[in-house]
């Protein structure tokens, strides 16, 4: 092997002829698993058979040393295993015994095996190619143990910082086994899952090789976890019983939406998974054994194609085993695919009913003759140790079914464990500072030089740049160069590989999946990537306080519902056929009049312009204050009626916008005080001219100007104590208010207090005062216009009492939350202000510019107003008018004060 060449030296003395390797790798597994085919495993032995005849082959490695081994059947069994390494440190090459171990496959037996080999006078070098767990890293418990494969270590942080940082996943469920294997690397992938957030939601140990109680309540307690990432850590047999449990469960498969992740026993070993679950007649679990049933119940077995469908989906790691562009890989593939049929001749080959399995015995077929240095026949198998039955052939068809590959990734390693012992003993003979000198490995001091040279060399392998942790390392014997993991994703036919994680530059993801995730194969609806958990059905107690969108220029706001989200993602399905309909977004009153609805743009365009139309006439007056039709107008209640109409109108302004303390506060402190002073103003005025005109005994009324002060600020005081107590008690402020919503949710809205019973009142208040304003306008209907405008004034009071029975109505009916009474009240306020104003004040505004016509209709309206007054002739009148006389020397004698 060119690849493997190296510099020879030429040595003094005889150098050993022979490096004698005792090879424990399994082909059966015992009787307590049924005799069952190993062919993960024994496809480790055809790879390590290959790497000792390329070595003898090569002329640069060892050129006067023979590799010669010997092989038992491990049995991937602890006992098997410990037995077997007795034998070879002491029985095997005629009693010499083994100079190095290679194997046994599993983590288990590989100790077992080390108890003796490091324990006894001459330790023997161990080399294993498929036991991964972290424990045998304790070098001073397994003195002698070397591994070409990484720890699981790795192989545990490898997968928990995928299922994290590249999946997104942050829970998950474990089944493992109690084994040394499975305990050991469950608990690195644990330590690793915690330092990266992750949360374990169930937890089930079964022994090695459970019992299809164990695997049904394993799987049962799994389901119920409601998880749906399932952490797995077992042999490969008991994979295949946990397999078989879960897809009659429903959580494995291509369509299950569950996401099983593989460690390297079953990703590296579907042959050995798949053939524990091939059981015609299924798994019975007796109801005596379980809680869980009321009558036995039979899990059915798995063919190789419903085993396939079963793994559709997940996701496995191993070692960072080699791919396609490695030079010693590519070429380690041609020549295993090149190597002659090892699986004997039987009738029926080629075709379809060519004998497979236990079915090529040795009475019907021809085994392959080849035999090891202990003339142990290594094709012809007695698979259950008894010979009275026959063995079988137990081979690989190299040009047929196993040509383009091991059935295991384990192979590689198990090549590069026979290549690290012989180029350890090259070392020792050739290159070490002080080489060995002697003449047989067989000695102590032979297998302490391999153990030394070990530490000192680094190689390119088949699996990659291979290099020991040295002898002052926490993990001596461990792989220091190339390690990391493989991720590989089953898409139906075979594990693909996705990615690499390597302790130098962490995860890549491979060439092939460019999408990454998207790429792979999943098992949800259409390929969906898995949840993070199981999701329950979607319930009212799922859905989120509902938001609430900004008013918008209709008033209204949408409410958009949504179901409850984490960090995962929604935590319900709403796709489940018990899942309530999620409600659409409904359309709600907001609880104030937002400034770009047609309440907000009338109310704040009518209420200036109202405000404006009000200040005119206050001017107006101011101006005109000398004119004789102003002075009888009395201007001071007029100035005071505009500049309250005014106010009354721009007070539109604070009902638009957000609900704050502060307008709160201001809306009905404003408003009412302002009504007051208007309508006080008139209601004053009418009550004044009618405590004049309507003294039937003519006899003389005098009323100061405190009277009026006192009577309009008693007005102005009621309203005022109603508005001082209601803000000293029940609070002018914004509250929170609940709205009912569908499914018992509800909506807050922030409105000002309004407090009924204040509201109430004041409003009962302002009622009367229109009341008696109408009362008193009916009562001064006759007294002429020069004094007291009667039908102007009784026509603004009319306009006021029919716009303010408009506005009660529509605020006791008004279902819109407030937006039709705020476009009434918008245009019923400004419009009753400048109405009034209008009313009262474009009459004098004709009689200022007018004056003659102003004089001749007064005449007019005194006549008909005497003659209606009067029912007996021109006496009545001539007296009435004499009192007209009377009354206004009196108010020009008033005036004179």
Not at 143 to 161: N, V
Not at 330 to 344: C, V, Y
Not at 665 to 690: C, E, H, Q, W
Not at 721 to 728: D, E, S
Request: proline residues 4%; hydrophobic residues 40%; contains cysteine.
């Amino acid at each position: 092997l060119a690849a493997f060449s190296l510099t020879v030296t030429s040595v003094t003395g005889a150098v050993p002829a022979q490096l004698r390797l005792g090879f424990l790798h399994p082909a059966y597994k015992p009787q307590d698993k049924g005799f069952a085919y190993d062919k993960g495993g024994h496809c480790r032995m055809a790879a390590s058979l290959l790497a000792l005849k390329h070595i003898n082959a090569d002329s640069n490695i060892l050129p006067d040393t023979t590799l010669q081994y010997e092989w038992i059947d491990s049995k991937r069994d602890s006992a098997t295993a410990l037995m077997g390494a007795i034998t070879h440190s002491q029985d095997s090459f005629g009693g010499v015994g083994a100079d190095v171990i290679v194997g046994p496959a599993s983590s288990g037996p590989s100790k077992a095996a080390n108890l003796v080999l490091g324990a006894i006078p001459v330790p023997v070098p161990q080399m294993s190619y498929s036991a991964t767990s972290p424990s045998l890293s304790e070098k001073a418990q397994y003195k002698t143990f070397f591994r070409t494969p990484p720890s699981d270590s790795f192989q545990g942080t490898t997968l928990a910082e995928v299922l994290t940082d590249v999946l997104g996943y942050t829970d998950y469920c474990m089944i493992i086994a109690s084994d040394d294997y499975s305990s050991a690397g469950a608990k690195a992938f644990e330590d690793a899952a915690k330092l990266k957030g992750m949360t374990q939601i169930e937890k089930v140990i079964v022994t090695e090789d459970p019992t299809p109680k164990e695997t049904y309540e394993a799987v049962q307690k799994t389901k119920n976890a409601l998880c749906r990432v399932v952490f797995t850590m077992t042999q490969a047999c008991a994979g295949g019983k946990i397999t078989a449990a879960a897809k009659d469960a429903g959580i494995i498969g291509s369509t299950s939406g569950y996401l099983w992740v593989l460690t390297d026993a079953w990703s590296t070993n579907f042959g050995g998974a798949q053939v524990c679950a091939d059981v015609s007649e299924g798994f019975t679990v007796p109801a005596s054994e379980t809680e869980l049933l009321t009558a036995d119940y039979t899990i059915p077995g798995l063919t190789e194609a419903e085993f396939k469908e079963a793994w559709t989906g997940t996701i496995g790691a191993s070692p960072l085993f080699p791919k396609a562009g490695m030079a010693k890989f590519d070429q380690f593939l041609i020549d295993w695919g090149n190597q002659a049929n090892t699986n004997g001749v039987c009738p029926g080959d080629g075709t379809d009913s060519e004998l497979t399995g236990t079915e090529r015995t040795t009475n019907v077929c021809t085994c392959s003759t080849e035999v090891d240095n202990g003339n142990n026949k290594v094709w012809e198998l007695d698979h259950d140790v008894d010979p009275a039955t026959p063995s079988i052939c137990t081979g690989f068809d190299f040009a047929g079914v196993d040509n383009a590959k091991p059935a295991s990734s384990y192979a590689y390693f198990a090549y590069d464990a026979v290549l690290a012992f012989a180029r350890a003993a090259h070392h020792a003979l050739y290159d070490a500072t002080t080489p060995f000198t002697g003449s047989d490995f067989t000695t102590k001091e032979g297998k302490q030089a391999i153990m030394d040279a070990l530490y000192e060399i680094e190689f390119d392998g088949v699996s990659g740049t291979i290099s020991f942790q040295n002898a002052t390392h926490d993990f001596t014997g461990d792989r220091k160069a190339g390690c990391g993991n493989v991720v590989t994703n089953y898409d139906g036919t075979d594990f693909i590989r996705i990615g690499d994680w390597t302790t130098t530059d962490g995860w890549a993801w491979d060439a092939a999946y460019p999408g990454g995730e998207t790429d792979m194969t999943w098992t949800g609806p259409d390929n969906a990537k898995p949840n993070n958990k199981i999701l329950p059905a979607c319930l009212p107690s799922h859905l989120k306080e509902p938001t609430k969108d900004d008013c918008g220029s209709d008033a209204k706001r949408k409410i958009t519902y949504a179901f409850d989200t984490n960090a995962d993602g929604l935590v319900c399905d709403p796709l489940l056929a018990e899942s309530i309909t999620l409600p659409t977004g409904q359309s709600v009153n907001c609880e104030y009049t937002p400034g770009s609805s047609l309440a907000g743009s009338l109310g704040f365009f009518m209420g200036i312009a109202g405000a404006l139309i009000s200040i005119f006439w206050a001017v107006y007056v101011f101006l005109n204050m000398n004119t004789k039709v102003m002075k009888v107008a009395q201007p001071t209640f007029c100035i005071v009626f505009t500049l309250s109409a005014a106010l009354l109108s721009i007070s539109n302004v604070l009902f638009i916008g957000e609900n704050t303390d502060g307008n709160c506060v201001l809306r009905p402190f404003v408003f009412n005080i302002a009504f007051d002073l208007m309508f006080g103003s008139l209601f004053m005025k009418t009550l004044r001219v009618y405590k004049i005109f309507g003294n039937k005994k003519l006899s003389k009324v005098r009323i100061s100007g405190f009277d009026i002060v006192k009577n309009y600020g008693s007005i102005i005081a009621v309203d005022i104590a109603i508005l001082i107590v209601w803000l000293a008690t029940e609070g002018m402020k914004v509250v929170e208010v609940a709205n009912e919503l569908q499914y018992d949710k509800t909506w807050t809205a922030n409105v000002c207090n309004e407090a009924e019973t204040y509201s109430t009142l004041t409003t009962f208040f302002k009622i009367l005062m229109v009341i008696g304003g109408v009362y008193l306008s009916y009562l001064t209907r006759n007294v002429p216009d020069k004094f007291a405008e009667s039908k102007w004034i009784a026509m603004s009071i009319y306009q006021v009492f029919v716009l303010g029975a408009i506005g009660l109505l529509v605020k006791f009916t008004d279902d819109s939350g407030g937006q039709t009474l705020a476009l009434v009240q918008g245009i019923c306020v400004p419009l009753a202000c400048t109405a009034t104003t209008c009313c009262i004040f474009v009459p004098k505004l004709m009689m200022i510019r007018n004056p003659q016509d102003y004089e001749d209709a007064l005449k007019t309206s005194s006549g008909q107003t005497s003659t209606g007054h009067t029912s007996s002739g021109s006496t009545e009148k001539d007296e009435l008018e004499a009192r007209i006389e009377e009354l206004e020397a009196e108010i020009k004698q008033l005036k004179g004060q």
